[in-house]
């Protein structure tokens, strides 16, 4: 019954989170491939403004990877991000009467 439990904690990972990950590395090869070795550092330090927006953009694609999960872990409704998913919470609704 351990192994069950363990694999409790695994990710969903579908089709959008995987292209987010594709458009991120595919990124992050060609600038590498065309600038050479030490880009990164180098754009730093010249441009912190540019670099900065850069890393604010990063997180942003990576939120809708990050947030759901923890989200669910936390008993939070996540049928905004992941409707189709079998472990997405949804909102529970107070009627009056």
């Known amino acids: 019954t351990a192994f069950y439990r363990s694999t409790e904690i695994m990710p969903h990972v579908d089709g959008h989170e995987l292209g987010i990950l594709a458009t991120i590395t595919g990124m992050y090869s060609v600038t590498a491939g065309t600038l050479g070795k030490g880009w ?3 754009f730093i330090h010249r441009q912190p403004v540019a670099a900065f927006s850069v ?10 990877i990050i947030i ?3 989200r669910r872990k936390m008993g939070l409704p996540t049928n905004q ?6 472990g ?10």
Do not use: N, W
Request: glycine residues 12%.
């Open 88 to 97: 997405a919470v949804y909102p529970k609704y107070v009627t009056s009467r």
């Open 81 to 86: 991000y992941e409707a189709g998913h079998p």
């Open 68 to 70: 759901p999960p923890i």
């Open 55 to 64: 890393a604010i953009g990063t997180v942003g694609m990576l939120m809708p």
């Open 40 to 42: 990164l550092k180098g």
